[in-house]
């Protein structure tokens, strides 16, 4: 199997999978918190990729019910605590890309907490856009970026996109293969600046059943694709 430098997957469809099953939606998250489990340890344990964003809670999840927000945060929480010790000894370096003001501070401290305990690693990165918007993430670096030119840090002229990168949430190569499971075919606000060139894959399965046979299959798929990045063969 080729290695891909950079995997995203934007986790959906937790919550039609409960309705299926006659379960309530909290299962649904449940169910997809352990099949993420599975996904992240198979991808580390058989060097499947360099990098793996996840697509976790986007800003505009916060609109949901009160319960299922508050439900996802506690699931979160008690997630990365229970993870830290495990991916610090895996080698798997965690990041998470967050605007962190909507965040409850006893989550941003474990966010903190599992990002300081795997900040030396060096294997698998995990990087969790969790309270993410891509176009939040881009109107961010804009104004990091218009500071540091007022203050005389930064000249206009070497503003280029090699530096915008650098100033996003987390300096991290573009994604090569963005997954999305339910059968959903768009990107909703993910990344925006990183999938320029990505090739898409949009299965059909929910994702508390995204196993990692069902990668395996995604990564046929994309050893199938012909990139070109704009240019011809
Ligand atoms: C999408 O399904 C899923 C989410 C909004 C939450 C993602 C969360 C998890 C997989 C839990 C595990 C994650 C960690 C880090 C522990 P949906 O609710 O949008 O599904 P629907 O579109 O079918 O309603």
Request: aromatic residues 12%; charged residues 30%; proline residues 2%.
């Amino acid at each position: 199997m080729t290695k891909i430098n950079h995997i995203g997957i934007i986790v959906d469809g937790n919550g039609r999978w409960a309705k299926e099953k006659g379960k309530s939606r909290s299962e649904g998250h449940k169910a997809g918190a352990e099949a993420l489990e599975k996904i992240i340890l198979y991808i580390n344990k058989e060097s499947i990729a360099n990098y793996l964003s996840l697509y976790v809670f986007s800003t505009e999840n916060f609109s949901r019910s009160p319960e299922e927000v508050n439900y996802l945060m506690e699931l979160f929480m008690k997630w990365f605590k229970k993870c830290k010790e495990k991916y610090k000894n895996a080698n798997i370096k965690v990041l998470f890309s967050s605007q962190k003001e909507f965040i409850k501070s006893e989550i941003v401290k474990a966010i903190d907490e599992l990002e300081e305990a795997t900040k030396d690693n060096t294997g698998l990165v995990v990087n969790f856009c969790l309270s993410y918007g891509g176009r939040q993430e881009i109107v961010d670096a804009t104004k990091k970026i218009a500071t540091a030119v007022l203050e005389n840090k930064l000249n206009i002229n070497d503003i280029n996109e090699e530096l915008f990168k650098k100033y996003l949430y987390n300096d991290l190569p573009d994604v090569d293969f963005l997954i999305r499971t339910s059968g959903e075919n768009r990107v909703s606000n993910f990344m925006l600046w990183q999938i320029s060139y990505a090739e898409m894959y949009f299965p059909k399965v929910y994702f508390p059943d995204f196993t990692p046979k069902c990668l395996e299959e995604a990564i046929e798929e994309y050893e199938k694709r012909d990139r070109r990045f704009g240019n011809i063969k």
